[in-house]
């Protein structure tokens, strides 16, 4: 019944289009058709899925909290942590010289 309804569809369909050439159709039988409770269980685990990764990401948001609270509570010099960050060498060990850690960071890299 399906593959005459089938073909009555692709008749139409070449109707349509106005040309004799037949619209490739895949036989119904080839066709995994999934049932109610396979879209049931990947639909469960989809929804599994999401729960955990809310649980992350509730967790993770709880993490940043606590460190901003942290940071708020620190007492903060930028201005010192910028400039010892930009004066800190880092010895390359190929040939003994000094590196900026810029230098080295953009050399590591660039391999």
Known sequence: MLQ????????????LVW????????????????????????LEECNN??????????KLGLLNEDLMARLDREPSNT?????DVAEEKIKNSKGGKTMPL??????????
Request: glycine share 0%.
């Open 102 to 111: 810029t230098e080295k960071a953009i050399a590591a890299t660039s391999l």
């Open 19 to 42: 040309t004799n050439t037949p619209i490739s159709v895949i036989i119904p039988l080839a066709i995994s058709v999934k049932s109610t409770e396979e879209w049931q269980k990947m």
């Open 79 to 83: 201005k010192a942590d910028d400039e």
């Open 4 to 15: 005459t309804k089938l073909a009555i569809l692709v008749k139409e369909a070449n109707n």
């Open 49 to 58: 899925q999401i729960a955990r990764l809310e649980s992350q990401v509730r």
